[in-house]
């Protein structure tokens, strides 16, 4: 998910009660919660690129264990130069605070179709929950309500934990709905891929702001396609199906000596061949959108 709504999470996660664990709590948690995401920074210092190191070790079971203690050294820190009128922090419950945070954030990275590698460093394999876009106003709104009624709760001497637990729980009611729908969409459309071939694996994609639609991308052993998927709705395959290409002899070729195609192969979830003005680049069937730019690497190197 994007920054944003970690930063949510970890001030959220604080409203409901975290933050008396101690003083500089709630900056704790939204810094924890975000921590993981320093993979993009450190990426190119430790000789990969940020798409091979994103959402690994940080995101992983390592990652866990390791970030909420560099989370409290940096707010320990902070406590030291500018302390805080609320007194010192107190380790354990600062530590708690973060652990919570930190955890948060590879569980929402966990929602959408890019992937997490939760197992780092004990396996390399990728999870992918297909169920939430990477930005979603409907939990930013939900988020942001929860805070402010939170907040208004404290200044007028009320329970303002109760508004935050409320916001918390709309939100995994809404990640289990949409869920279902990624579960049916998959189900609905099987049958129709039948048709085509045998499915080889069949992803339902998120659509930014309509949760209720998915993008439904699938794939024989030879052929890709996508269908646009309604709840109680009709089904249909769009009709330009693609071959995936993968028996290009410049891809096995490049898989041998090319450190760009290794990585982008150990990256894609869907990986296909495609060529555009001419050229043959090796790309990812869940982002079509970004094949010109981010998601793709020539194989013609000439």
Known sequence: MDNFTHSL?????????????????????????????????????????????????????????????????????????????????????????????????????????????????????????????????????TFILGLELSWRAERLGRNWQRPAIGAFAVVLAYIGTNALISVSAVNTTRPLVQRVGAPRMIVAGEVPLMFWKRQVMWRTDKLAGSADYVPFGQVRLDHRIVPLNLDDPRLLAAQRSDADVCNFLFWSRMPLVVKLDGRAYLSDQRFPALRRTTFMVPLDKG
């Open 9 to 141: 999470v970890g001030a959220l996660l604080g409203r409901m009660g975290l933050k008396r664990l101690s003083p500089r709590a709630m900056p704790a948690m939204v810094l924890a919660a975000n921590l993981p995401d320093i993979d993009s920074f450190v990426a190119r210092w430790l000789g990969t690129t940020a798409r091979t190191f994103h959402r690994g070790f940080t995101h992983g079971i390592g990652g866990v264990l390791v970030m909420p203690f560099l989370a409290v050294g940096v707010i320990a820190l902070w406590d030291r130069l500018r302390p805080g009128k609320e007194g010192p922090v107190r380790f354990g419950g600062l530590l708690l605070a973060c652990f919570l945070a930190v955890l948060s954030h590879p569980l929402l990275d966990l929602m959408n179709t890019y992937g997490v590698r939760l197992l780092e460093p004990f396996s390399h394999r990728w999870f992918y929950g297909d169920t939430l876009f990477i930005m979603d106003p409907w939990i930013w709104i």
